[in-house]
């Protein structure tokens, strides 16, 4: 850099940009370019378009396939519930039936004397 | 405003005509202004055409008519710089070339084959060009809507959404860069006329 004459530098940069501007000609449409550009928002809407219906489908189908689970994991579950009770139901309940001889109930006979029994 | 705001409203209610009527009034700034943003002339309308289709689809957003303007530079900006992203193009005249394609520009005048104006203004565009490869793609883009497009500082801020200060320091930045380059270049024309007549 000349830094003694930086400002005539920055007058020259500037009439540089200037002229540049002048060079530098805006181009000419084509006779297409509107019907190119409706072609491609057409296109873009068709896109998305689709794409929402997708998407709309998509949601949908999770939607139903989350209230099939729902109402199958549910379903089994209430089930068994009304069938056999609580846990400690089904346990109580099987210990009977199956050691009923060994818990028998002791009788006593509160009126007869200790010798006799 | 190249158009009435309530043509700009029309378009936003998905009235066609009106929405032609803007695309018909900005066309030609749009396509100058990404021809000096771009600088690959085959490829301006198609990135001129994304600008449009862009601004279709988001018309529904604009509240205010002074944003407009703003708001389509912003868009032509980002279209411009999708563009270049894509192209992953960068400058690709350095200053080393400069002199010699000044060289074959300078003998291709004298040879008075072609005209003069022409040429000139060639000449200017890859002068211009090859400064603009100094810096950055960012700042290249800045000093563009600055210095050629004559965008003011407050337009600027509204497309770039920052504050001014920090424009300001950017573009000082830029120019410096450029001024130097610049520098360089006029050290180097000077070198090879001085060793020609010499």
Redesign the interface.
Known sequence: ??PGN?GD??R???N??G????????????VN??P???Q??ES?QKFSFSFRRMARGVVTAAIALTLAMTLYLAAPRSAVLSGFGTYVDVLAASHNSENSDLYETVRYDLGSSPDEL | MLVEFDVIKRAQSGDGAAFNEVVLAYRKRILGTIARLIARPEDVEDVAQEVFLRLYFSLDQLRTAEVFEPWLYRLTVNASYDYLRKQRRRMESRMSDLSEQQVVMADAAAGGKVDQERQEQKRIRETVDALLGAVSEDDRILLTLKEVEGLSLKELEKIYRVNENALKVRLFRARQRVLKAFGATARQTEGKGSVKTG
């Open positions: 850099m000349f930086q530098q920055e020259r940069l500037d540089l940009f002229a540049y501007r002048d060079a530098c000609v805006a181009p000419e449409a084509s370019f509107m190119i550009l409706w491609r928002i873009r």
